[in-house]
Each structure stands twice: as structure tokens, then as C-alpha cells.
């Protein structure tokens, strides 16, 4: 198993700065490297606390790139919707420059009506632009004079400049938060997956991914694909604290969440089946039955070590979990003693690459 850091910010201006939130985060992330952690990695939302604090994952993680020199940098995710292809792969090959060939791109469809709305862009047209844009994303990477003729997108012929660091193209991944379907079409088009276990069940999060496995080997791509699972991670020495963190933390989310899926209970899309339901879902949210279904990690190294182990059984032992020590509100010495601590005394159990760079 592999270890990353993750960043998504569920956190005001009433609560943190936004300058206090970055500056810690760029700190937390130098310190991923120092430990050898695989990747760090961060989100894009816009216009609430829901994600906002990360309205371009492309600037803060070039802001990481300068202060590291071998961490992976993962966009977790772009959103298709909202830009022109064009603008997204420019921009994410300059990064990929800009680091030496250390992108990972992920790309996302975005779920928030809110966020459509803002944008002006049909929540209807959703799957289309984001089938086009990682499509084009990958020809103006990997061709020239590139012609692209979509429901949405035209353009050409024209030559992407800067060309990736990475040849053909930077790896590129898919977020999924719901659906079978979409992680069996990343398996068969060679890309890798992002997934949330937050918004899913044990059950569909299982057939989601053997859904991607069986699609990737059927379609003869090389290796198994890299599976990157998204947790909130409060780890501490002492349990009640770290579970005290862990419930703030969340109902924090959740709160928060609920603001941003507030829209949802009056929108409908064929795109988005059933996500009507995200508002009875936070609704219903309980932090106990979240913890013991390992939605989120929290308590010691040992009993999240032991967490960690019961996930390794349920999705795989190729996994790469990409963690999130601190959402936004706790205190920064906590957070930085948490992603010590798991270095040191969690991922030595699943993998020696941490522990090596540790020690």
C-alpha cells in the first residue's frame, strides 16, 4: 500500500484566515515529503466553506512543487465543466514542468448545483464535457495540429504548449463518487481512480472497484491501475483527544456539506440519479456508525493501524489512501504530530517505504 496527503478545506474566515489555512497546509506538505509520503493532493470548489479555501488545486500545488522536490502533486480533482480544455491542459502541463514530471491528473465531473449554476454550465451536459475534456486533455498532451470535434468542445487544429514533462502525458486519473459505470469506463480507457468512501457504501465502494479491475484487464492495459481512497485521518497518542478531534471534525463536515448540498433538494438531473438524496444522506449522518465503518480513521496508531488493516481486506492491498490530517480547524501542532506519528508507528505495517524515509 502507498500513503498520500490530502487537502480539502471545510473551513471560514470566521474560524481561519485563508493565508493561515495555506501557510499551514504548504507546511504539512513539506513535512509529507520529509516523512515519504507518495503524494500530496487537493480538491476544487468554489463560493462556500464547502472546498472553497481550494478554488484551483493547479496554484496550490505548484505552491508545493516549490517547496519539494519528489512528492507527487495530484489535482483531486479538476472539474471538466468549468474551463475549456485547452486552458486545462496548458495548465496542467506547466505544473507538470514546473515539478519535473510529478503530476498526477485527476479530473472530476463536480456535483453542486450551486456550482453549475455559478458557472452557468447545464448540470445536463456534465458527463459530455467531462468525457471531452480528458479526451482532449490527453490529445493536446500526446499529439500535434490536434483537431477535436465534440458535442461541446471544438477546436484545432492546434498544437498544446508546454508539452508535458511526462511522455506521452502525466498519469491520468478519474474521480468517482457513486457510480459502477464510470469506474469500469476508467478501467477500460487506462486511466486510474479516485474514490470517496464517505459518500458510499462498503458494498458499492466493493463493486465500484472490481468494476475498475475487471474493466482495466479486460481491456489488456498493463498492471492493476492505481485505486486512491480519500479518509480523514485524527490520530493522536491519546484516544480521547484524537476522538474528540475526530467528532468535531466531522459534524464540522458535515454541517458544512450540508450548506452545499442544500440545493440538491430542489434539483433533478438524469446525469446525477438519486443524488436528491445527499440531503436525507447528511441529514442521517451519526459520527459513531461513521467510525466503526471505517468512513473515517481516528484513535491511536494501533487502532488505526488495525482500521487500515480491515480496509486492506475489504478493497484490495494495491491501494493508495490519500489522507487528510487536517481539515481546517484543528490545531496545526496536532495535525503535524498526527502525520509524524502515522509515518512512524501506522504505515511501517503496510509498506517500508514510510518507515525507511521515517526513520
Excluded at 479516485?194 to 468494476?211: G, K, Y
Excluded at 440531503?279 to 487502532?303: I, M, N, Q, W
Aim: with cysteine.
Amino acid at each position: 500500500m502507498e500513503f498520500g496527503v490530502n487537502f480539502f478545506p471545510v473551513v471560514d474566515p470566521e474560524r481561519k484566515s485563508a493565508s493561515t489555512y495555506y501557510d499551514e497546509s504548504l507546511r504539512l506538505a513539506a513535512l509529507a515529503e520529509a516523512l515519504g509520503f507518495e503524494h500530496v493532493q487537493t480538491v476544487e470548489h468554489y463560493g462556500s466553506p464547502y472546498g472553497g479555501y481550494s478554488p484551483d488545486p493547479v496554484v496550490f500545488l505548484t505552491a508545493v512543487a516549490a517547496r519539494t522536490s519528489r512528492i507527487r502533486l495530484v489535482t483531486g480533482a479538476v472539474i471538466a465543466a468549468f474551463a475549456h480544455p485547452v486552458q486545462i491542459a496548458a495548465r496542467l502541463a506547466q505544473l507538470d514542468n514546473l515539478s519535473h514530471g510529478r503530476l498526477d491528473a485527476g479530473f472530476g465531473r463536480g456535483f453542486l448545483p450551486d456550482e453549475f449554476e455559478l458557472f452557468g454550465v447545464d448540470m445536463g451536459e456534465s458527463r459530455t464535457r467531462f468525457d471531452e475534456v480528458v479526451d482532449a486533455c490527453v490529445a493536446l498532451w500526446s499529439g500535434r495540429e490536434v483537431r477535436f470535434e465534440g458535442e461541446v468542445h471544438r477546436f484545432g487544429p492546434v498544437t498544446g504548449f508546454p508539452r508535458p514533462y511526462q511522455r506521452p502525458h502525466p498519469p491520468v486519473f478519474v474521480a468517482s463518487a457513486t457510480s459502477a459505470a464510470s469506474c469500469a469506463l476508467a478501467g477500460e480507457r487506462g486511466h486510474h481512480l479516485q474514490v470517496v468512501p464517505s459518500v458510499t457504501s462498503r458494498e458499492q465502494l466493493t463493486a465500484m472497484t472490481a468494476a475498475y479491475r475487471g474493466a482495466r484487464a479486460a481491456a489488456g492495459h498493463e498492471g492493476p491501475g492505481r485505486i486512491q481512497i480519500k479518509y480523514t485521518c485524527y490520530l493522536g497518542e491519546d484516544r480521547a483527544t484524537a476522538l474528540a478531534d475526530a467528532r468535531a471534525g466531522e459534524e464540522n463536515y458535515v454541517r458544512t456539506m450540508a450548506g452545499a448540498v442544500a440545493s440538491w433538494a430542489g434539483a433533478r438531473s438524469e446525469q446525477y440519479p438519486g443524488y436528491e438524496a445527499f440531503v436525507e444522506k447528511v441529514r442521517a449522518y451519526d459520527f459513531d456508525r461513521s467510525l466503526a465503518d471505517h468512513k473515517v480513521l481516528a484513535g491511536t496508531p494501533d487502532e488505526v493501524a488495525a482500521q487500515i488493516e480491515t480496509i486492506r481486506g475489504w478493497y484490495g492491498d494495491d491501494l493508495c489512501l490519500s489522507l487528510q490530517f487536517n481539515p481546517g480547524h484543528l490545531p496545526f501542532d496536532r495535525a503535524e504530530r498526527a502525520v509524524e506519528l502515522f509515518a512512524r508507528e501506522v504505515a511501517p505495517a503496510f509498506t517500508g517505504g514510510l518507515a525507511a524515509a521515517a526513520a
